[in-house]
T-cell receptor, first 113, second 110 residues
Framework: EAQVTQNPRYLITVTGKKLTVTCSQN?????MSWYRQDPGLGLRQIYY???????DKGDVPEGYKVSRKEKRNFPLILESPSPNQTSLYFC????????????FGQGTRLTVV | LAKTTQPISMDSYEGQEVNITCSHN???????ITWYQQFPSQGPRFIIQ???TKVTNEVASLFIPADRKSSTLSLPRVSLSDTAVYYC???????????FGDGTTLTVKP
């Protein structure tokens, strides 16, 4: 089954404690992306990747890092989480650079206290 | 990236046809128009995509006029389970650089 898998689904952490949210896709897609979603602000793109070792900033990259060492994985790293990063996070993937549909993961609800 | 404008909310009743319009005045020549559906606490799900004229699939139709500055998502005979937020996305890749608009919250009533 084609899917994008995020882990964990829920996470509560404390300010400053580094964390990683994993994202994996099994469709051999080239493009992957991270979004955060907050009430009243819709989906905002954090980072995206066009292929292995190629990443670029989205609209709200501050406080986040990403890496793309393998085609299937695109982890989101919060080096020093802060309460304003409490949000619902989604990972997505697309087959290639043309206009194809994006597949989204089920989301990770992060709370930073 | 083309900015999109959609109505914030719409109400409908079961069995009715619903049309949601998205404005995208600055759409580029190579841009496609894609619509997604999102239920609370779930990831968006692809509904339909088009470039011009009309596209139809098993769940919706997408109407795009010749100037491509707007598009209309048509949902035939909606049910309660169609209550969701609908996003119009215009751009190159759907997981490359992309900007979602605010979306339209559709509420279907019995």
């Amino acid at each position: 089954e084609a899917q994008v898998t995020q882990n964990p689904r829920y996470l509560i952490t404390v300010t400053g404690k580094k964390l990683t949210v994993t994202c994996s896709q099994n469709m051999n897609h080239e493009y992957m992306s991270w979004y955060r979603q907050d009430p009243g602000l819709g989906l905002r793109q954090i980072y995206y990747s066009m292929n292995v070792e190629v990443t670029d900033k989205g609209d709200v990259p501050e406080g986040y890092k990403v890496s793309r060492k393998e085609k299937r994985n695109f982890p989101l790293i919060l080096e020093s989480p802060s309460p304003n990063q409490t949000s619902l996070y989604f990972c997505a993937s697309t087959q290639n650079g043309r206009n194809t549909e994006a597949f989204f993961g089920q989301g990770t609800r992060l709370t930073v206290v | 990236l083309a900015k999109t404008t959609q109505p914030i909310s719409m109400d409908s009743y079961e069995g009715q046809e619903v049309n949601i319009t998205c404005s995208h005045n600055n759409i580029a020549t190579n841009d496609y128009i894609t619509w997604y559906q999102q239920f609370p606490s779930q990831g968006p799900r692809f509904i339909i995509q088009g470039y011009k004229t009309k596209v139809t699939n098993e769940v919706a139709s997408l109407f795009i006029p010749a100037d491509r500055k707007s598009s209309t998502l048509s949902l035939p005979r909606v049910s309660l389970s169609d209550t969701a937020v609908y996003y119009c996305l215009v751009g190159g890749t759907n997981a490359g650089k992309s900007t979602f608009g605010d979306g339209t919250t559709l509420t279907v009533k019995p």
